[in-house]
Structures are given as structure tokens and as C-alpha cells.
């Protein structure tokens, strides 16, 4: 059976093996670190390093990838959009600017600047003494960022605080953002107003189930905004 260039486990098994063809195709990228800093069912993420620089690669199915660059493209069409809150999976205030597939995988690839955002579940808990004010600022700055996607005709279909991060500048000010679009679907063209027809088919059971709303988790209608706040 053939190894890993560790000689530990297959190939295509070992990440290492996976992303260095896919670090050939972006040429510029440095080392890929040694291990995924996220390893969703639908996506992985790694994190690569070149000079003081680091960006972020997300490898998705591509059913996945395809769902969430329909969301990104119509953020990118919508004039005077400057993105202050919506930003795609772990970007530094940036929708990605370049994509390839790598079609011998099955697999397609984002690539984005890394930023590291805390998010916002993990920053709550580790913070003690946090002010009401404080919390308040976060619940009111997530929900703004939800309302963002809902005029933009989409609806999240996985709101969790998991999905919402929040980086502090260097001047101690908050900026909140939300990720990861992998589930989001197309409810509304926003420029008829007009709904758009989902098929159920195929949508049932997505999503976190300790947070997703109950219409999405049986598939017995399609997903508005006001699901997504229920979630």
C-alpha cells in the first residue's frame, strides 16, 4: 500500500500529500502548516505562511463551493457594497480575490488572506467580568451583519456564534464578521423582488442541529429570514 511522504498513512489521507499539488498551482504560497485549523463535514481550512504573510485555504466539495461562490459573487455585483461586516470564511476584511479548482480531487479551493478571528462563542467565554453593555454590542452587531445577507437576498441557514467572529483593531475597537456561507441559500432576487423557487429535496438535515431552525432540519418548506434569526 503506498504512504504518505512521511511513510505514515495513504496519501490520501495525509493533507500534506493533498495540498502540495494545490501549493504547486498557486506558486506564490509558502509552507502549509502541519495540521487543518478547521475540519468541518463540508470543509477543510489550512493556513500557509509566505515571508511575514499568512492566508487562509479552504478546500470544499463541490457542491459546497459552488453554493457558497454563488453568495460571494453576488456580494462582489452589488455597487457601493464596501462589505463592513459580511466577509467570507477567515479574510481579512476581503472577499477571496482568487480561486481554482483541482478537478483529480473532486474538491475546490478559496484562497484568502488569514486573519484570525476569534469567534465570537470562544470570545465571550474567555473574557471574565464582561460588561451588558458589552454583550449587548455583540448581540446587536451579529444581527446587523445577518440583516446585511438578508437584503442581499440570502438567508445563512447556519446561524450559530461559532459563525460569528470578531477581531479587535489596534486602536481597541471591535469589528464583527460573519462566515462561512456554505449552507446559505438564494430566498429572494433582489432586484425583482421576487422569491426564488428552492427545491426542498436534498436540504433536510442541514446545519447545526442544536441551532438550526426546525423547518430546515425536516425540509418541510423553504428558509426565510425569519428562520434564520429562530435559529
Not at 496519501?11 to 478547521?38: Q, Y
Not at 505562511?49 to 470544499?60: D, H, I, P, R, V
Not at 465570537?120 to 440583516?147: N, Q
Not at 429535496?201 to 442541529?209: A, I, L
Request: glycine share 6%; charged share 25%.
Amino acid at each position: 500500500m503506498a504512504v504518505c511522504c512521511f511513510g505514515r498513512v495513504p496519501p490520501n489521507l495525509c493533507h500534506l500529500c493533498i495540498t502540495r499539488p494545490l501549493m504547486a498551482m498557486f506558486a506564490s504560497i509558502g509552507d502549509v502548516c502541519d495540521r487543518p485549523i478547521h475540519n468541518g463535514r463540508r470543509s477543510t481550512v489550512y493556513i500557509s505562511k509566505q515571508e511575514s504573510e499568512w492566508f487562509a485555504l479552504k478546500a470544499s466539495s463541490e457542491y459546497a463551493w459552488k453554493k457558497e461562490m454563488e453568495v460571494y459573487r453576488t456580494l462582489q455585483s452589488v455597487p457601493g457594497n464596501k462589505f463592513t461586516r459580511i466577509q467570507e470564511l477567515l479574510a481579512s476584511g476581503e472577499l477571496p480575490v482568487f480561486f481554482k479548482s483541482h478537478n483529480s480531487l473532486h474538491k475546490f479551493y478559496i484562497l484568502t488572506r488569514y486573519n484570525n478571528l476569534r469567534d465570537v462563542k470562544m470570545w465571550l467565554s474567555r473574557i471574565p467580568g464582561l460588561s451588558e453593555a458589552m454583550r449587548f454590542k455583540a448581540a446587536r452587531e451579529t444581527l446587523l451583519a445577518l440583516k446585511e445577507i438578508h437584503q442581499l437576498g440570502f438567508v445563512s441557514r447556519d446561524v450559530k456564534l461559532e459563525n460569528f467572529g470578531v477581531h479587535i483593531t489596534k486602536d481597541h475597537r471591535l469589528k464583527f464578521y460573519i462566515y462561512d456561507f456554505e449552507l446559505s441559500q438564494k430566498y429572494k432576487d433582489v432586484e425583482t423582488g421576487k422569491l426564488t423557487v428552492q427545491k426542498i429535496r436534498g436540504s433536510k438535515g442541514d446545519g447545526t442541529t442544536e441551532s438550526a431552525p426546525l423547518v430546515q432540519m425536516t425540509g418541510s418548506r423553504r428558509t426565510f429570514p425569519v428562520d434564520d434569526v429562530e435559529g
